[in-house]
């Protein structure tokens, strides 16, 4: 095993841990606020959504202070704050504090999440040639995929006891991420006094001049809309309209997971044998079949089908988006790209949740697979738009290597 699939493997396991806790209680708490606190599902979809909102800052700051300040300090300090006020969350769930102070916190807990994965992401460029970047991704992805797979599967059962132990048992397994991270991560403090490049919040904004930044972003947005309604939509279809208890959901993102899991080692190596954009068309086709096809279906088996077609798009997209990126920033700029792929993820997913409780309230009760043939149209458009990405990329960054690679044909350089 050679040195880079080690420290890929070791930065996977921490992020499974990480997926791990986090499965365990927050892709419940849309039905928490409607079982629990009444909230009508158009409300619970619209919180999400603003959390997921506050999310985009989070990430666009994360970013670039990890360009000035480093990775390994930005992601420790933003996971133990992330685990404080976690903990005060699951205090007001269980004293049944007022909802406006579970929402509060609720907030505060996701935008200091938003801290972790570009920055997560920016380390992992680091470390990587630009061949090597769709292996490690997806080996990244098995990691967080089985984190996923095993946290939701065990907290669909835990919140029919305790919603708010949930969330006790979350902040336990990020307060182990941050302690093995800790390990794992060489300090890189002086490779960041090297670069000697202060923050530039303008130059942030900026970089979206760089039209395939901004392409790849705004597809991402689309696409990432469409990979959010596993967690809302789907729990507000199968909860609100077919009465499918929470474990049954539960198990949705444990298939999610599981396949991710099993099979992004051989969807890398397909990968390898395309182009980047061919192969984010195809994932967004699979994402257009599998939810698409969900509204149609009254039972756990076909749902569980079409949520397995949509992780086959998923263990494409994922790494795929984040490999297009990376390979057209600079040196100086991967954070900050990286960063700003991740506030169009965010708002995508804000988008993606508001539409899910709007759809499911306004849209479902008149045609029921409505929702989701609008969901599938989404994914063939966003697929439509990375395809023509490909007029845009160098060979070299559209993920081919055996041709020789012209200049680059955007800016990529600090802007």
Partial sequence: ????????????????????????????????????????????????????F???????????????????????????????????????????????????FYFLTTFLGATFRPVSNAWVTDNTTPKQRVEAFGIIRVGVNLGWALGPAAGGFLVRWSYSYAFYLTALAFAAGVFYLNRIIPDDSASVRAARRRPQFVSL????????????????????AVNSQLVVGLSVHCNTYLHMPENYI???????????????YHASRLMERMRLTAAMLLGCVLYAVGYGSVGFFGSFTPIAFGVLLAALGELIVAPGEQT???NIASAQTRGRYLGLLMVFYNMGSSLGFFAAGWLG??????????PWLIVGAVALLAGWGFYALKGDLTAEE????????????????LQ
């Fill in 1 to 52: 095993m050679n040195n880079m699939r080690r420290a890929m493997i070791s930065v996977a396991a921490a992020n499974g841990l990480l997926l791990f806790g986090y499965g365990l209680s927050l892709p419940f708490f849309t039905v928490y606020l409607i079982t629990q606190r009444g909230l009508s599902a158009a409300m619970a979809g619209l919180v999400i959504a603003f959390a997921a």
């Fill in 54 to 104: 506050s999310r985009s800052f989070a990430s666009a700051l994360a970013g670039e202070l990890s360009d000035a300040f480093g990775r390994k300090r930005l992601m420790l300090w933003g996971l133990a704050l992330e685990i404080a006020v976690m903990l005060v969350m699951a205090l007001c769930m269980q004293y049944k504090a007022a909802v406006g102070w579970v929402l509060l």
């Fill in 205 to 224: 904004v900026l970089s979206l001049k760089d039209k395939r930044l901004a392409k790849i972003c705004l597809y991402v947005l689309l696409i990432t």
């Fill in 250 to 264: 539960g198990w949705f993102f444990t298939i999610n997971g599981m396949a991710v899991v099993l099979l992004q």
């Fill in 324 to 326: 297009l990126v990376s």
């Fill in 361 to 370: 309230q306004y849209v479902a009760p008149l045609y029921l697979p409505g």
């Fill in 398 to 413: 559209d993920g081919k290597f055996d041709a020789p690679a012209p200049a680059s044909k955007g800016p990529a350089a």
